[in-house]
């Protein structure tokens, strides 16, 4: 069974660039969501994928867009990076039955300079 | 108000030690419950999930307060490589997770 995998793993970009960040969802889970997690904090929620739509949405901006593909896996591109967005990145996968808990991939870490 | 609220600790105890963490969650609605661990600058790995028995895992009891809206992990005989923080979550609707900010501990020789 693998496990659920993100690249890259770090990433440094300027303000006002665009990012890619990619997920392979663990195998055997259809829904994979996305979390900043700034220093010091706990994960925060930016939105979540199953069967290739979107199905939740945290409180973020519509610069942060993202996609699922029909094999699971999922993009989250941030649009005009702001140096707020320096954060740790994570992926979670899980299958849609309830209870169901998530499952994290290392993670990008991302600075925006 | 937030939606998971714990105590950042940090919590320093020597070894052998008993500790627990309490976190509060506002939506009464919530179905499911969760601790994660995290260490340092590595992504959270799920401890337990935490039912509404209350729920034993070696040295690690959850316990779920449903009226009270809060959530207890107990750790017994604590070992240097429980240091990590330790993450409230709890599945709000639509399949939702909520994090706390976490709550730090160091165990100490």
């Known amino acids: 069974e693998t496990g659920v995998t993100q690249s890259p793993t770090h990433l440094i970009k300027t303000r006002g660039q665009q990012v890619t960040l990619r997920c392979s969802s663990q195998?055997?889970?259809?829904?994979v969501s996305w979390y900043q997690q700034a220093l010091g904090q706990g994960p925060q929620f930016i939105f979540q994928?199953?069967?290739?739509?979107?199905?939740g949405r945290g409180n973020f901006p519509p610069r942060f867009s993202g996609l699922q593909f029909p094999n699971y896996s999922s993009e989250l591109n941030v649009n005009a990076l702001e140096l707020d967005d320096s954060a740790l990145y994570l992926c979670?996968?899980?299958?849609?039955?309830?209870?169901?808990?998530?499952?994290f991939g290392n993670g990008t870490r991302l600075t925006v300079t | 108000r937030k939606e998971v609220e714990q105590d950042p600790g940090p919590f320093n105890v020597p070894e052998g030690a008993t500790v627990a963490f309490n976190c509060t969650y506002s939506?009464?609605?919530?179905?499911?419950f969760f601790w994660y661990r995290q260490d340092c600058r590595k992504e959270p790995k799920l401890l337990m999930s935490?039912?509404?028995s209350g729920n034993e895992d070696g040295r690690f009891t959850a316990q779920l307060n449903r009226a009270s809206q809060y959530i207890s992990l107990l750790i017994r005989d604590s070992k240097l490589s429980d240091s990590a923080t330790y993450l409230c979550?709890?599945?709000?609707?639509?399949?939702?997770?909520?994090f706390g900010s976490g709550t730090k501990l160091n165990v100490k020789p």
């Open positions: 979550v709890v599945m709000g609707n639509f399949n939702k997770f909520y």
């Open positions: 939506n009464s609605a919530s179905q499911s």
């Open positions: 979670a996968s899980s299958f849609d039955s309830n209870p169901s808990p998530l499952h």
């Open positions: 994928y199953y069967r290739e739509e979107e199905n």
């Open positions: 195998s055997g889970h259809n829904t």
């Open positions: 935490v039912y509404s």
